[in-house]
C-alpha cells in the first residue's frame, strides 16, 4: 500500500521556521522525483519546491526562493521542506507529491499556520 505522511506543520509567528518532513512507502521512493505542493483557503494548489529522484536537480518558483530549501535522504525514504523567514501568505495545507512518468501519489497534508 502506497503512503506519503506529512508532518511538522503548525503555527508560527511571522518570520519564523518550521521543517516539515514526508515519509513514503509501499513504492521505489529513490526512483521518484519528489515535490511540496501548498493550498490555501480559496486558491489552487501550487507548486512550492521539486527535487529529482537522485537529487541533482531542485525547483523553486520565485515566491519561496531564497527561504524555503528541499531536500531528500533516500535512505530513509523522506523529503524535506525548509522553510525559513515565514510569511502570513504561506500559511496554506502543505502536500508532498511523488511522481515517475505518469504515476503520481499524494499525501494527505499538514497544516502551516504563519501569524502573530
Known amino acids: 500500500q502506497v503512503q506519503l505522511v506529512e508532518s511538522g506543520g503548525g503555527l508560527v509567528q511571522p518570520g519564523g521556521s518550521l521543517r516539515l518532513s514526508c515519509a513514503g512507502s509501499g513504492f521505489p521512493f529513490s526512483d521518484y522525483a519528489m515535490s511540496w505542493y501548498r493550498q490555501a483557503p480559496g486558491k489552487e494548489r501550487e507548486l512550492v519546491a521539486g527535487i529529482s529522484a537522485a537529487g541533482l536537480y531542485i525547483n523553486y518558483p520565485g515566491s519561496v526562493r531564497g527561504r524555503f530549501t528541499i531536500s531528500r535522504d533516500n535512505g530513509k525514504n523522506t523529503v524535506y521542506l525548509q522553510m525559513n523567514r515565514l510569511r502570513p501568505e504561506d500559511t496554506a495545507v502543505y502536500y508532498c507529491?511523488?511522481?515517475?512518468?505518469?504515476?503520481?501519489?499524494w499525501g494527505q497534508g499538514t497544516q502551516v499556520t504563519v501569524s502573530s
Open positions: 507529491k511523488a511522481t515517475r512518468t505518469s504515476r503520481s501519489y
